[in-house]
């Protein structure tokens, strides 16, 4: 993996979470990385409610939780080989990614996954109708280009649409660019940003904001069906090192994914209070009782998408299946 940017450097300094990363840690500190999105639901559920602190407590341990917000898989990754944290929360791109270059290192792998999630590329351009119909004056945000779980799902598009060896074509109209920012462009118009392959809630605002947004291609669709797109990972070490942190830490999401089936608009409401969302109520539970959402810790169609990877050498090792990159836990035994 390249060193770590130095854009990434300082925001991890001016966190506070770079200096004396790499000492050694003790059960108990978990320090996890989030982006922006109603797909990091679970986490703030978790957060609000406690809920590590409370399973680490069942198990003898004084829980010390940080929560970090980062934006992009490639910040979020070099956070984690940084050491300035111990779970990170991105795409399956950017896992798939992490796990290739850190084969019989660091051996990052997946923790679970943070639900199914349909994202959409929504433009304001009237005249795209699908990822055909973009040319060399639109710009479509998306959090990293190329290593983004959006960005390869559109990669994987633009093969089957043009062929393997085009399966970049789109890269080079692609800028990175946070999601909230992305989707203010696409409400306002008249910006170069034409196209926003997103994820919930701010895909929804879009939609919902300008009449003219309208959906270019769902992951679904790609994917065939649905997929796991945001999920969590970590390193061998810490799992090994920490077993009582990192149960507590995979009770707590269970105990999370159980509370938003039963309570969604509660869960609205702890979004809204954790992200300091600016976002109409009604809206958000919509998104959270849509029935393409599913909010589970086992993930699920993300195998077509390392295939994918392998055969145009985005990652040298090719996985036999997702036990490769997923940890061998209870709830990744269904996973595919």
């Known amino acids: 993996m390249k060193n770590i940017t130095r854009k990434t450097a300082a925001v991890l300094a001016g966190l506070g979470l770079l200096a004396g990363s790499l000492a050694a840690r003790a ?4 320090r996890i990385a989030e982006q922006f999105g109603v797909v990091y639901l679970l986490l703030n559920v978790a957060q609000d409610q406690k809920l590590i602190e409370k399973h680490a407590k069942a198990a003898g341990i004084d829980a010390k939780v940080k929560w970090v917000k980062l934006s992009g898989g490639s910040a979020v990754n070099d956070a984690l080989l940084s050491g300035s944290i ?47 119909d973009f040319t060399d004056k639109d710009r479509i945000a998306l959090p990293a280009v190329g290593v983004s779980v959006q960005s390869r799902v559109l990669q994987l598009a633009s093969a089957k649409l043009w062929g393997d060896k085009d399966f970049a074509r789109l890269d080079k109209i692609s800028v990175a660019l946070p999601h909230p920012d992305a989707a203010a462009a696409i409400i306002k ?38 997929a796991s797109a945001t999920v969590l990972y970590a390193t061998e070490k810490f799992r090994a090192e920490n077993p009582k942190t990192y149960q507590a830490f995979i009770e707590a999401l269970n105990d999370a994914a159980q509370f938003v089936a039963a309570h969604p608009e509660k869960a609205a ?20 009782k849509n029935p393409e959402v599913q909010f589970k810790t086992t993930p699920q169609n993300t195998y077509q998408l390392a295939e994918f990877m392998h055969r145009i050498g985005a990652i040298k090792n090719k996985p036999a299946s997702v036990k490769d990159y997923f940890f061998d836990d209870a709830q990744n035994a269904a996973g595919n």
Request: charged fraction near 15%; hydrophobic fraction near 40%.
């Open 27 to 30: 059960e108990g500190q978990i």
């Open 86 to 132: 111990e779970i990170a929360g991105a795409g399956v791109g950017p896992l798939l990614t992490i796990w290739d270059r850190t084969k019989g290192r660091q051996n990052v792998k997946g923790v679970a996954s943070l639900g199914n999630f349909p994202y959409y590329l929504v433009s304001n351009n009237p005249a795209v109708k699908s990822i055909a």
């Open 189 to 226: 118009g008249g910006t170069e940003i034409t196209g926003h392959f997103g994820n919930p809630p701010f895909q929804e605002q879009e939609l919902a904001g300008n009449p003219q947004a309208h959906i270019v291609l769902s992951s679904y669709q790609v994917l065939g069906g649905p």
């Open 269 to 288: 409401d702890i979004y809204i209070k954790v992200s300091n969302a600016k976002i109409d109520r009604d809206l958000l539970i919509k998104i959270i």
